[in-house]
T-cell receptor, first 113, second 112 residues
Framework: EAGVTQFPSHSVIEKGQTVTLRCDPI?????LYWYRRVMGKEIKFLLH????????ESGMPNNRFLAERTGGTYSTLKVQPAELEDSGVYFC???????????FGPGTRLTVL | RKEVEQDPGPFNVPEGATVAFNCTYS??????FFWYRQDCRKEPKLLMS???SGNEDGRFTAQLNRASQYISLLIRDSKLSDSATYLC?????????????FGTGTRLKVLA
């Protein structure tokens, strides 16, 4: 069974540009989560989808971040415009139901110059 | 104060040693608890779930003390391949949803 996949693995952009990250969860997992790790800090929750609905987006840093999960399958996380402090590793995870074990994708390493 | 606190280490131990990691959490409503392992520049991978009764998986033993809000991980007979960062993760219900709260991780280096 395929695990969680993320694209791209790395992205280097300039401040002010736009970047879109993609996550494909494990097939059949209704719950999809986005997390971020900035350098020197712990991994932090960004938001949680149940199917196509945003269940909790309390961790989203500001309105430059937009997450979507149209159709309840894959999800995208767009950062527009990117700022230097957005640099970090963005992880996606999925689970069958809330409270179940979450399985993580390999992450997207974002560098904003 | 962080919701999940871990000693960042690093713990440098010789092969064959026994090493223990501890973690405390602040939200008494937390429902489930995990240890994840993260290798350098890789994603976190589930090592084991943690239960009050304690659970063991080979050389690894995890324990939860709800009264003290304390989680532990014991690794016996350390191998070079155990070198990694060990993340304490607490699944806390907030606003009707479960949210993973991570510790900063404890770095382990097993030395030959």
């Amino acid at each position: 069974e395929a695990g969680v996949t993320q694209f791209p693995s790395h992205s280097v952009i300039e401040k002010g540009q736009t970047v879109t990250l993609r996550c494909d969860p494990i097939s059949g997992h209704d719950n999809l989560y986005w997390y971020r790790r900035v350098m020197g800090k712990e991994i932090k929750f960004l938001l949680h989808f149940v199917k196509e609905s945003k269940q909790d987006e309390s961790g989203m840093p500001n309105n430059r971040f937009l997450a979507e999960r149209t159709g309840g399958t894959y999800s995208t996380l767009k950062v527009q415009p990117a700022e230097l402090e957005d640099s970090g590793v963005y992880f996606c995870a999925s689970s069958q139901s809330q409270g179940n074990t979450q399985y993580f994708g390999p992450g997207t390493r974002l560098t904003v110059l | 104060r962080k919701e999940v606190e871990q000693d960042p280490g690093p713990f440098n131990v010789p092969e064959g040693a026994t090493v223990a990691f501890n973690c405390t959490y602040s939200n008494s409503a937390s429902q489930s608890f995990f240890w994840y392992r993260q290798d350098c520049r890789k994603e976190p991978k589930l090592l084991m779930s943690v239960y009050s009764s304690g659970n063991e998986d080979g050389r690894f033993t995890a324990q939860l003390n709800r009264a003290s809000q304390y989680i532990s991980l014991l690794i016996r007979d350390s191998k070079l391949s155990d070198s990694a960062t060990y993340l304490c993760v607490v699944n806390s219900p907030t606003s009707g949803t479960y949210k993973y709260i991570f510790g900063t991780g404890t770095r382990l280096k097993v030395l030959a």
